[in-house]
């Protein structure tokens, strides 16, 4: 608006020239249009010409008063060039885009619909108004019609109709009340295979290492079922099932000792290995970590080095699953700030082989 009147105001003061002395006028105008080009040129060489918006308001109130037939020796630009200048200068004139306001509910915010969906996908049974009440409940204030927009725009439907947990939410659901077992092998330095075997709690990812053997037995496997139901201690009342694969060391005896806590015995089907999947990596975890870098003497070594490393596992090792905190652990450490303040310690496991780390207390 501003430039429009200033484009009319320049264009009148310049006519008034035009009206008194009309033989010079367009001699004039033309002196004026050329030093203006020759400004614009000084300014920009070297390099390709381009006109600013002040230029085109100058070239484009000068034309008037030149006849329109000389215009092309004077202005370095076409006719139809400078009265487009001219109707974008007018037009501006009419633009009431910036002083149109949006009329309406504001929209939501980014973050609302993102805390929405969050709470849509972690919540299945949860309807509409359900949603609604949570978030009253954390503090943001909605319509439960804009919630309902919200995952109707996201192609979620209505509760019930809602599609049900996936099979990961659903294992992890029932992770809390398993243990697994599994054995594995260990070779010594001279060749000779002693035998582990491990037990992995799915909910906590804790690790239990109960002996080591070269001649694995049912009795033995028995007794190791014994040592880890009293090392338990209280906890075995959280474990519902045992999974195991068909290996014949696991005897009815080897059941016996958890069906007495009460916990089930779940069996893998014949050769396959992933149906004990968590079990089948910790044992490549031990392997990768420990068991590839250490040369084991003997059977006693073997323990040592087993506890060792069952130690850093179930105390300092992070795990995803348990969002980068050890099995052992209950809370998140403080987040750090200052970094120079703080002396980084390093304790060395099984030799070098693994470090740990922490902040001097």
């Known amino acids: 608006m501003i430039i429009s009147l200033l484009y009319r105001a320049t264009r009148a003061l310049l006519s008034v020239p035009a009206v008194l002395l009309r033989r010079d006028t367009a001699k ?19 390099g390709p010409l381009r006109y600013e918006p002040s230029d085109r308001f100058w070239l484009a109130a000068l034309s008037s008063l030149i006849p329109r037939h000389c215009w092309s020796g004077v202005f370095p630009v076409t006719p139809g060039t400078l009265l487009g200048w001219h109707r974008r200068l007018i037009a501006k004139k009419w ?58 725009a996201a192609g979620i ?17 029932q992770a809390e009340g398993i243990i697994a077992a599994d054995f594995f092998h260990v070779d010594t330095i ?25 001649h694995p037995t049912a009795q033995w496997a028995t007794q190791q079922a014994r040592n880890l139901a009293a090392g338990l201690g209280s906890r075995v009342e959280a474990l519902h099932f ?40 910790v ?30 596992y179930n105390r300092h090792r992070p795990h995803r699953s348990r969002g980068q905190r050890p099995p052992e652990a209950q809370d998140q450490p ?10 980084l310690l390093r ?8 470090n740990e780390y922490q902040y001097a207390s």
């Open 28 to 46: 004039d105008a033309e002196l004026l249009v050329l030093r203006h080009e020759n400004a614009v040129l000084r300014r920009q060489l070297p």
């Open 95 to 152: 633009d009431c885009s910036a002083r149109r306001r949006r009329t309406g509910r504001p929209p939501t915010a980014a973050a609302l619909r993102k805390l929405v969906l969050r709470l849509a996908r972690e919540n299945p049974r949860w309807g509409h108004r359900r949603i609604q009440g949570e978030l009253a409940r954390l503090g943001h204030p909605i319509a439960p019609s804009t919630v309902w927009e919200i995952l109707h």
């Open 157 to 173: 439907g209505p509760a019930p109709r809602r599609t049900g947990p996936s099979w990961r939410e659903f294992l992890t659901i």
């Open 190 to 214: 001279t060749g000779r295979r002693l035998h582990a075997l491990a037990f992995l709690e799915h909910g906590t990812r804790q690790l239990h290492i109960t002996g080591v053997t070269a």
């Open 242 to 281: 045992v999974l195991r694969d068909r290996d014949s060391k696991y005897t009815s005896s080897f059941d016996a000792v958890f069906e007495a806590e009460e916990m089930e015995v779940l069996l893998t089907a014949p050769q396959s290995p992933r149906m004990n999947a968590h079990c089948e990596r």
């Open 283 to 312: 044992i490549g975890t031990i392997r990768r970590e420990a068991l590839d870098h250490v040369l084991i003497m003997n059977e006693t070594h073997a323990r040592q080095v087993l506890a060792e490393y069952q130690d850093h």
């Open 334 to 343: 403080p987040a750090v700030h200052d970094f120079d303040a703080l002396r």
């Open 347 to 354: 304790t060395r496991v099984l030799g070098g082989a693994i």
